[in-house]
């Protein structure tokens, strides 16, 4: 019986603009276009849904909050917008989520802050620490 083990790595700085990367299997490259938050669209829910505030079903039109929220799988994830670059066809733009790095909570909290600071437009990139 052999066991798998999942090598996590913190990420404490963005990918750069322009730069080319390798996926972590190697199966293909991708150029970074930038980072992005991955949002979860609530009006794809089924109707009748769960309230995210209730254990109660109610229509669609009744929802209560945001209709966008943070995508509770990628929240901890880096997440950028790419090109995907594979041989003998043209690059196709994405969204990719490297789920093999964590964010640190300093990081975390720059790509999901739900502080009024974060919508300046000078906060372009996270605070060199």
Same mark, same amino acid.
């Given at each position: 019986?052999?066991?798998?083990?999942?090598?996590?790595?913190?990420?404490?700085?963005?990918?750069?603009? =322009?730069?080319?990367?390798?996926?972590? =299997? =190697?199966?293909?490259?991708?150029?970074?276009?930038?980072?992005?938050?991955?949002?979860?669209?609530?009006?794809?829910?089924?109707? +009748?849904?769960?309230?995210?505030?209730?254990?109660?079903?109610?229509?669609?039109?009744?929802?209560?909050?945001?209709?966008?929220?943070?995508?509770?799988?990628?929240?901890?994830?880096?997440?950028?917008?790419?090109?995907?670059?594979? +041989? =003998?066809?043209?690059?196709?733009?994405?969204?990719?989520?490297?789920?093999?790095?964590?964010?640190?909570?300093?990081?975390?909290?720059?790509?999901?802050?739900?502080?009024?600071?974060?919508?300046?437009?000078?906060?372009?990139? +996270?605070?060199?620490?």
């Amino acid at each position: 019986m052999s066991s798998v083990s999942y090598l996590l790595t913190d990420t404490d700085s963005l990918l750069e603009h =322009g730069s080319i990367q390798t996926s972590s =299997g =190697g199966q293909f490259s991708f150029r970074v276009i930038g980072p992005c938050c991955r949002l979860f669209d609530r009006e794809e829910l089924p109707w +009748p849904c769960s309230r995210l505030a209730w254990k109660s079903k109610e229509p669609s039109w009744r929802r209560i909050g945001c209709r966008f929220v943070p995508d509770i799988a990628a929240r901890r994830c880096p997440t950028y917008s790419v090109e995907l670059l594979q +041989p =003998g066809s043209k690059p196709t733009s994405t969204l990719l989520t490297l789920f093999a790095n964590r964010l640190t909570p300093s990081m975390q909290e720059w790509w999901y802050s739900r502080q009024p600071r974060s919508k300046d437009e000078s906060n372009c990139a +996270p605070l060199a620490v």
